[in-house]
């Protein structure tokens, strides 16, 4: 690739961010914060590939270039402060936004200067393929340059290069680490609301391309994993409501028998009852004929047995009657009796003892 071809593209792409950010509301500020963390990792990763490849090899190749290239490199540092500063401060501080605009005015300066005065000297002395070759150098840089400003850093070689790249290592494991952290949680979150039904959150993962990649594809992997989960769980719960129907019919067919055999049972049941009852009826009606016989016969005995009564009782009645008039006359006779004899006991006691009474007297004057 072409070396100003591949920046000029830098110079585009940080420009529509820059755009961006212009026309982002006063109070949109996730939007500014999101915008401004890929500003941070363009220019950081521009800046560097600038000043590791571009700045030394024209510097040393084109001549008249000294004096712009550290210009540039200067414009270079106050930059990589100013983005060091923005990287820690929140988009809702009263100075974040008048920091972005001098970070942006800036950067537009610098580029007016390379893209009319600086890069045309150089295609005119390099050519083509140097341009080519160099290009494809800077590209390769660009997957291992520091993706976050590191001011107090050397920016020519062969400092640079030793610390850029390391810088640029660090910077890229941190991000790794950072898109981990930040998937993790963006995973937690999916789950969290699709446990309760709820519609997933909208996280925007934050840093540098590399640590929103890596953010996006732990929630994504995660998002597989719940999928998967939730498959699984489906396919059990499909089976097991397949074997609760088929359970479901069994019972329903086993009631179904037994509810025939108990109404088979209880038809049986109640012919033997109605046949009983009938019996029983029968029975009863031949028990109370006898029986009545039985008291009407009771009945004719007793009636005969009264008349007798009756009878005796007159013939008792008539017997005393009879018997009492005898007593009668009889207690008449003996009450006659007695007096007679009372009366004549009493003569003859009187004259007993007028005897006695002669006796005494006579044997007294003896």
């Known amino acids: ?25 006063d109070n949109a500020f996730t939007e500014k914060r999101a915008v401004v963390e890929k500003i941070i990792e363009e220019l950081s990763i521009h800046a560097a590939v600038e000043e590791q490849l571009f700045y030394p090899v024209t510097r040393a190749t084109v001549p008249d270039t000294e004096d712009v290239v550290l210009e540039s490199l200067e414009e270079h540092h106050i930059v990589k402060w ?8 929140s988009p809702e501080d009263e100075r974040f936004d008048a920091k972005v605009t001098v970070l942006i005015e800036n950067v537009r300066h610098h580029v007016e200067e390379e893209e009319e005065e600086y890069f045309p000297k150089v295609r005119d002395e390099l050519g083509r393929n140097a341009l080519n070759d160099l290009g494809d150098a800077m590209a390769a840089a660009k997957r291992v340059a520091p993706t976050h400003p590191h001011p107090r850093s050397p920016d020519t ?26 998937g993790g949680v963006a995973a937690l979150g999916d789950l969290i609301a699709r446990i309760l039904g709820q519609k997933k ?31 699984a769980a489906t396919d059990a719960q499909r089976s097991a ?68 009564a009756k009878r005796t009782t007159r013939a008792a009645s008539s017997g005393a009657k009879a018997t009492s008039t005898s007593a009668r006359k009889a207690a008449k006779r003996t009450t006659t ?9 009493g003569r003859t006691a009187r004259k007993a003892a007028s005897s006695t009474k002669a006796t005494a007297k006579r044997t007294s004057r003896a």
């Not at 062969?158 to 981990?180: I, Q």
């Not at 129907?245 to 509810?259: M, P």
């Open 1 to 25: 690739m072409d070396a100003i071809t591949l920046l000029k593209d830098d110079h585009r792409t940080v420009e529509a961010l820059f755009k961006r950010f212009e026309k982002a509301g």
């Open 82 to 89: 100013v983005l060091s500063e923005l990287e820690t401060m």
């Open 157 to 182: 070689p062969p400092g640079n290069l030793v610390v850029g790249t390391a810088a640029g290592v660090v910077d890229r494991v941190g991000d790794t680490m950072g898109g981990v952290a930040q």
């Open 201 to 231: 959150p909208s996280v925007s993962p934050r840093g540098s391309s590399t640590a929103r990649s890596t953010a996006d594809t732990v929630r994504a992997k995660a998002a597989e994993a719940t999928d998967a989960v939730i498959d």
């Open 241 to 308: 409501k397949g074997t609760t129907r088929k359970a479901t019919k069994s019972a329903k067919r086993t009631t179904r028998r037994a509810t025939k055999s108990a109404t088979r049972t209880t038809r049986s049941a109640a012919r033997g009852a109605t046949k009983t009852a009938k019996a029983a009826r029968t029975g009863a009606k031949g028990t109370v004929t006898s029986a009545t016989k039985g008291v009407k016969r009771t009945s004719s005995t007793a009636k005969r047995a009264a008349t007798t």
């Open 337 to 345: 009796t007695a007096k007679r004899a009372a009366t004549t006991t």
